[in-house]
């Protein structure tokens, strides 16, 4: 009796410490000369992130996990977060067991691990309960903790492309952006260029921004409907595509820049886009608002989790780019401020921040990553090689 109190003061001690708003509990030091954990606590401060973070490691090194841990904690603090998912390996977030029953797990165990354990189902259910029982205690947590974690904040998955989850529909991806954003001459050419490239990769055309006769066309068309604060759906695009709001593009007419003929192509692409039976469940679903997806409407934070390992290579490319895009109009109305107001995390980065090539993800992230600390807007992203990144962008991290 006297021993089991004596673990419950050194927990609830263990416990005031790392409980303290603004520190994230990551663990504990390892000796890894002598491979073990050591005494004490590993606590991060929050407000480190503000200045972003990338997580490196082989496959299998545990990434996924210790990510997962920072935003679990972020989320007891009452920090929301955007996390793009392109593995569909964070729906686990939402696997939380407060009283750590067999029959929690049991719907989630895989069968063929069982069986490899010469286990039923129900038999490595419990196992797994156990082992996650000690495995907490170890940490000096419990089911107390979890709990704490599911009354923190809201976690969900989102679904672009597919009803399978939550639909996201991207039309509000076309509207005006904001007056801040519009103001910033800078913001607003990225934002238009990034649009219009994100767009045409998804027509399969790989457009550079300066060549292309699609890649100006499309920005003009943006760019004049932005500056008025008009929004652009994309069957009003395709309109306007055949009958522009300008009548030059630079110092030549438009039909010896781009002939009707010509346009008119361009506009039948994206009208078949459109009309494609798939397409419909990039129109349906929740908006791409991100207030309201940090947010519930009861003020809750959410781990908002977009899953996209379904999506084509292009698709994935279209989504991330119209989110980045998303966020940076989100973050120019916030105020500014120095604690972690959110977090911004992508499981894999590579593909998205090359060192050489310019996708259209590239930019908003650069932008993100340059301005998002004044903000309190945190990026975090994970990566297996950092030459994904290239030294240059490390550099950048840094300062």
Not at 15 to 34: I, Q, S, T, W
Not at 324 to 337: D, E, F, I, P
Request: proline share 5%.
């Amino acid at each position: 009796m006297a021993r089991a109190k004596k673990e419950s003061t050194d927990k609830q001690a263990i416990a005031k410490d790392f409980e303290k708003l603004g520190v994230f509990y990551l663990g504990r030091p390892y000796d890894l000369a002598a491979k073990k954990a050591k005494d004490g606590l590993l606590l991060y401060d929050s407000k480190d992130l503000v200045t972003h973070a990338v997580c490196v490691g082989m496959t299998g090194s545990g990434k996924t996990g210790l990510c997962i841990g920072l935003l679990e904690e972020a989320a007891i603090d009452g920090v929301p977060a955007l996390i793009i998912d392109p593995k569909g390996d964070l729906a686990n977030l939402m696997l939380t067991f407060p009283q750590l029953r067999a029959e929690d797990f049991a719907p989630w165990v895989n069968e063929d691990d069982a069986r490899k354990n010469n286990l039923s189902a129900g038999d490595y259910a419990r196992q797994q309960a156990e082992l996650w029982t000690k495995g907490l205690a170890g940490w000096k947590q419990d089911g107390d903790r979890i709990t704490r974690l599911k009354e923190a904040a809201e976690v969900a998955i989102y679904t672009p492309g597919s009803n399978a989850g939550i639909p996201v529909s991207i039309l509000k991806s076309f509207a005006a952006p904001s007056r801040e954003m519009r103001e910033d001459v800078e913001l607003l050419r990225e934002r238009v260029s990034t649009t219009a490239t994100s767009l045409l990769g998804l027509l399969g055309v790989q457009a550079d921004p300066i060549k292309s006769r699609e890649h100006i066309l499309l920005s003009t068309i943006l760019d004049a409907a932005w500056k008025q604060g008009k929004d652009l759906d994309l069957a009003g695009l395709i309109q306007q595509i055949q009958t522009p709001p300008v009548t030059k593009v630079g110092v030549l007419d438009l039909d010896a820049f781009y002939p009707s003929k010509d346009r008119f192509a361009l506009a039948t692409q994206l009208n078949n886009l459109l009309a494609a039976p798939g397409f419909s469940a990039w129109l349906e679903g929740e908006a791409l608002d991100i207030q309201s997806l940090l947010h519930t409407k009861a003020g809750k934070p959410r781990l908002a989790i977009f899953s996209i390992a379904h999506l084509s290579d292009a698709e994935r490319m279209f989504f991330v780019s119209l989110l980045l895009n998303q966020t940076l109009g989100w973050m120019r109305a916030q105020s500014g401020t120095t604690s972690l107001r959110a977090i911004l995390y992508m499981d894999e980065i590579f593909g998205y921040f090359p060192p050489v090539a310019n996708p259209p993800s590239k930019q908003p992230l650069l932008t993100l990553f340059k301005q998002a600390r004044a903000f309190g807007l945190g990026v975090v992203v994970a990566t297996q090689n950092p030459v994904d990144l290239g030294s240059k962008h490390c550099i950048g991290l840094q300062d």
